[in-house]
Nanobody, 117 residues
Framework: QLQASGGGLVQAGGSLRLSCAASGPTFSTYTMGWFRQAPGKEREFVAAIGFSTRYADSVKGRFTISRDNARRTVYLQMNSLKPEDTAVYFC???????????????WGQGTQVTVSS
């Protein structure tokens, strides 16, 4: 199971850090990632971390994904937030290095991020 936290309301240019705690002893074997879904839009990839890290073009240079295998937690540090980053953010786990919506093994519940202009 995945439990996400850390969402909230922030002004444009601000920062937030999302956390996602996982249960189970095999956390370190999974590729972990973050996706987001804005109202009326499809869920989209944000970032993933397995053997390497990967980011959506829209967040490169602003967001940083990291993981602590001892704590079974993955983080998403979000800086220089923009109103278009407003969405529900979901953490996810998968077996494949190239994590995508279609191959996610387990989804966490979403956490709302709202960026005001």
């Amino acid at each position: 199971q995945l439990q996400a936290s850390g969402g909230g309301l922030v002004q444009a240019g601000g920062s937030l850090r999302l956390s996602c705690a996982a249960s189970g002893p095999t956390f370190s074997t999974y590729t972990m990632g973050w996706f987001r879904q804005a109202p009326g839009k499809e869920r989209e990839f944000v970032a993933a971390i397995g053997f390497s890290t990967r980011y959506a073009d829209s967040v490169k240079g602003r967001f940083t994904i990291s993981r602590d295998n001892a704590r079974r937690t993955v983080y998403l540090q979000m800086n220089s937030l923009k109103p278009e980053d407003t969405a529900v953010y979901f953490c996810a786990a998968g077996h494949w290095e190239f994590l995508a919506v279609g191959n996610v093994y387990s989804w966490g519940q979403g956490t709302q991020v709202t960026v005001s202009s």
